[in-house]
């Protein structure tokens, strides 16, 4: 970040945010934490809390662009991301969230150069045209760590994408990146990166980092974990810890796909590794869990 640092913005007000939460936006429910789905503009003060956390976490882990609010042209132009939050209706906080961009949206209305992962990676021709019209990419995830039920706050918003998943028939999984943060070193980050191709990878190269922004594995390490487990312990044993959100997507199910990694110069210099997280082989306990309690509520909120 910059050495003149930017205060950050002050929060929304609660009442504001309880009004503009309602009926129209909720789409689900996890415990009493209510999940919501909106563009930009249905709910303008909710979106500037959006970016006020964002960019609190984001300098939290060494990252984000110095700015009071982590918001860009993505959060309020056409053809906009949606936001998937989390929200505490009785405290009146935001608790987690993601925003969400429909492949075949992004394609009909502005091109690959809608979605966000097409600024550090190349799609081939194969993805683009058979398997990115059905993917939802998936950015900004974010657990407001202040507030009440921050422990909850992965699980909550996972309750949407479920929500996303069971309402939009179409799609084939959820695509997009997961940041590594200058808490993992090089030589740490070799090893999660040689357990992720090693085990995860994608022979044909159908997602690849632009040229100028790859990041490639500067040392094969020697023993790459043969499982999940042995990767988590190992990284245990030297003292860091595989990102949660990584953690998640892997346990979601087979088929998890890490394609290639790039340093994000906009974002703190971060690392992205892009994903794949198909829906086709759900684990049963991710089924059970999120998706088959399931209620529809609010079937026109997902209208891309």
Do not use: C
Request: charged share 25%; net charge negative.
């Amino acid at each position: 970040m910059s050495s003149s640092i930017t205060p950050v913005a002050e929060p929304s007000a609660p009442d504001a945010m309880r009004e503009e939460l309602n009926d129209t936006t909720l789409i689900t429910r996890f415990k009493d934490l209510e999940i919501h789905l909106f563009e930009g503009p249905q709910a303008p003060e909710t979106l500037n809390e959006i970016g006020r956390i964002r960019e609190v976490e984001y300098r939290r882990m060494g990252a984000g662009r110095n700015l009071a609010r982590d918001l860009d042209r993505l959060d309020s132009e056409e053809p906009m991301y949606r936001q998937i939050v989390s929200f505490d209706r009785e405290q009146g906080e935001l608790v987690a969230m993601y925003r969400a961009q429909h492949g075949g949206y992004a394609l009909r209305t502005g091109g690959v150069g809608v979605l966000r992962t097409s600024s550090l990676f190349e799609f081939s021709p194969e993805f683009r045209e058979q398997e990115l019209p059905y993917l939802i990419e998936l950015g900004r995830s974010v657990v407001n760590s202040n507030s009440r039920r921050a422990i909850q706050g992965l699980f909550s918003v996972w309750s949407g994408l479920a929500a996303l998943h069971r309402e939009l028939p179409e799609l084939l999984g959820f695509f997009g990146n997961v940041s590594v943060y200058d808490d993992i070193s090089d030589e740490q980050l070799d090893t999660l990166l040689g357990y992720l191709y090693t085990h995860h990878g994608d022979s044909a190269a159908r997602v690849t980092a632009k040229p100028d922004l790859g990041r490639p594995l500067e040392n094969i390490p020697e023993n790459i974990p043969a499982s999940f487990d042995a990767l988590v312990e190992r990284a245990s044993h030297e003292g860091w810890a595989v990102p949660p959100i990584l953690i998640s997507y892997l346990k979601a199910g087979p088929g998890f796909t890490a394609f290639d990694t790039a340093l994000d110069a906009d974002f703190g210099g971060v690392r992205e590794i892009a994903v794949l997280m198909p829906l086709n082989n759900i684990a049963p306990k991710t089924y059970t869990r999120f998706i088959e309690p399931y209620v529809s509520l609010n079937p026109d909120a997902f209208k891309w």
